[in-house]
């Protein structure tokens, strides 16, 4: 049984700059860090689309997170988490028959507990819900259409069908080979990704789905979307769209732990994307974010740390 979720209201009459959908877990991970055993843990969430959603939502943006949890301590926890940040969550619904997921990080390693999800039971049913009207991004990833073929379906409507008329449409590739079967992840997050206006996606990820070795020949294979950001770890992250070719280096960056650091560059471009900022200028703020995130252990810990609600492309 789904209900719709309470959470913290947002003044109806202004549309959400940002909506993002898709599951978010509780995380498990050792404490201090190391393999798992008997003893201190740590107890966390963790969800590309809510990660991308807290950090903005620290910047000050007026961000929806869309999802389902289970009627269970673990959903209680995840939705508190996320709508402690500023994030509403009035749009998160809650399965009393699916349990939330559970994700258990140790050293060199991430165990999943995710099948039969609460959030692998949601339908393309969420984009008819009026609050939607007006938001000016609509935040999608990978991960998404891998959980069940209803989500699948949510995923590829939102994109062919564009719900949230006006907004523009974002896609991060975000592949995760664990939720494929073999040589289904290619073709999929393919086709998804060219139906997008911003389409982010790692280097050495697009290498490994589609045989793309450099940022030119991944623009090659998706020409498609007006604007392509390839992200490759401590190089830069480079971009193709109205602007032409863009790159801008990594800058120097503490890492103590590498896990968010892509949900919080795809905030930091988005933020600047809501700013119409340049193209350098949103990867620069990209960059910033990303820095903020590793250092830190966990997703969002650095986020909900920070004071600095500006998050400007300067660290």
Not at 1 to 6: K, N, S, V
Not at 90 to 103: R, V
Not at 152 to 177: C, I, M, Q, S
Not at 184 to 198: F, G, K, N, P, Y
Request: proline share 8%; aromatic share 4%.
């Amino acid at each position: 049984m789904m209900t719709e979720a309470t959470g913290p209201a947002r003044a109806r009459q202004q549309p959400f700059d940002v909506v993002t959908a898709g599951e978010t877990m509780a995380v498990i991970a050792p404490d201090p860090p190391g393999l798992l055993a008997p003893g201190p843990v740590h107890l966390d969430v963790g969800g590309a689309e809510s990660n991308v959603a807290t950090w903005l939502a620290c910047a000050g943006r007026r961000v929806a997170w869309v999802s389902s949890l289970g009627a269970d301590p673990l959903g209680r926890i995840v939705r508190d988490r996320v709508a402690g940040a500023g994030v509403d969550v009035s749009l998160t619904g809650t399965d009393s028959q699916a349990p939330t997921g559970l994700y258990v990080r140790e050293q060199g390693s991430v165990a999943y507990y995710r099948k039969g999800s609460a959030a692998s039971r949601m339908t393309a049913e969420i984009w008819d819900h009026p609050a939607l009207r007006g938001a000016r991004v609509v935040h999608l990833t990978g991960i998404t259409p891998a959980l069940s073929p209803s989500c699948h379906d949510l995923v590829r409507l939102a994109l062919e069908r564009r719900p949230v008329a006006g907004a523009v449409y974002t896609f991060d590739v975000n592949h995760r080979a664990a939720l494929w079967r073999p040589g289904e992840a290619a073709e999929t997050l393919a086709a998804l990704a060219r139906r997008a206006d911003v389409v982010f996606t790692g280097r050495d990820e697009a290498e490994a789905l589609w045989g793309t070795p450099d940022p030119d020949s991944i623009r090659a294979l998706l020409p498609e979307p007006p604007v392509l950001v390839v992200k490759d770890a401590h190089v830069g992250a480079t971009a193709f769209g109205p602007a032409g070719r863009v790159h801008v280096p990594t800058p120097p960056a503490r890492v103590v732990d590498p896990v968010g650091a892509g949900d919080a560059f795809a905030a930091g471009y988005l933020h600047g994307l809501l700013d119409d900022a340049g193209e350098e200028e949103r990867l620069r703020r990209g960059h910033a974010l990303a820095a903020r995130a590793i250092s830190a252990v966990g997703d969002i810990t650095a986020a909900l740390a920070s004071t600095d609600r500006t998050l400007e492309g300067s660290s």
